[in-house]
């Protein structure tokens, strides 16, 4: 079986380079044939300054869609060659400007003939071609500049990990990992305060002994990340979501997401109407999960947090 047809898609990449290369290949013969002196791949340069006068690297890099860099090598490359000059702008000293040499402009001329053959020929090929490849490739760009193939792979990794993760709840094995877990959180942006010991050395007594519930994130079957719905004392709320944290080994899998929704599917089958939430503002991500999820920031309520700057409220009745 052909290598490629084996392994199949993710040898896209190589497959096009090589048949990118072979044409390149076939290109050079073409270029001799008609005794142009110049490099397949300064083609799309020497199009450029012939249509116009001069232009600068960067205006040639945009047009063509290559780098910067490329076209300032492809530049460099082609002045050696003796092709094309290039002068400091008058205007802009950081900004070089390319045009054609005496050289340069008889290649392009010698160039005309032979496009109109290789147009014919590559019209040729398309005509044979069961699908529009030119069409193709230029839907193929347009997707890439959507979502690179780099994003595009990472999705695919965070939705294959996150199959991997399990929300459970709260059981007495999970009592070092839960306090672990919002430990760190804690003091990597603030200082440990008594109401998060409370919490953390005794959730049973403190959480679960008062009807509340504590969920804990598994990624392949070890704990990850927490999550508690709090009783509270207040006329307002029943319950406030509290003591969220992932470990930074498990971030981007949705985790925090998943833990919220958990959280609040519980609250809801409890038949709460407000939750109630404190944080600060230094943790931007998780203010902007708690944002997607739909909870709005309030003030006036007393804190026994001393970190707190922010306090926010969830609506459920809808």
Known sequence: MDFFEKVGKVSLGSRLRI???????????????????????????????????????????????????????????????????????????????????????????????????????????????????????????YLLDQKNIYYRVMDEKKKRERANVQIVAYEPKYKNAFKKINEAWIDQYFELEDEDRKLLDNPQKNILDKNGFIFIA??????????????????????????MGVEPRAQGLGIGWRLGEVTVEKAKALGCKKLYLESNTVLAPAIRLYEKMGFKKITGHPSPYARCNIQMELDITD
Request: proline content about 4%; some cysteine; charged content about 30%.
């Open 218 to 243: 598994l990624y392949k079957g070890e704990p990850v990340g927490t999550c508690a719905l709090v009783p509270i004392d207040d006329p307002h709320y029943d319950y406030e979501i509290g003591k």
């Open 19 to 141: 048949l990118s290369e072979r044409m390149m290949e076939d290109a050079a013969q073409v270029y001799q044939q008609y005794e142009v002196d110049m490099q397949p791949k300064w083609f799309p340069v020497m199009c450029m300054l012939s249509e116009k006068e001069e232009m600068g690297v960067t205006d040639i890099a945009r047009s063509i869609r290559h780098s910067h860099p490329s076209v300032s090598k492809m530049a460099r490359e082609m002045k050696k060659a003796g092709l094309i000059s290039m002068i400091k702008d008058k205007q802009d000293k950081r900004r070089s400007l390319v045009s054609l040499t005496e050289k340069g402009k008889e290649v392009a001329t010698r160039l005309a003939d032979q496009m109109i053959d290789v147009d014919s020929a590559v019209g040729g090929i398309l005509s044979e071609s069961t699908y529009d490849i030119w069409k193709a490739v230029g839907e193929l760009e």
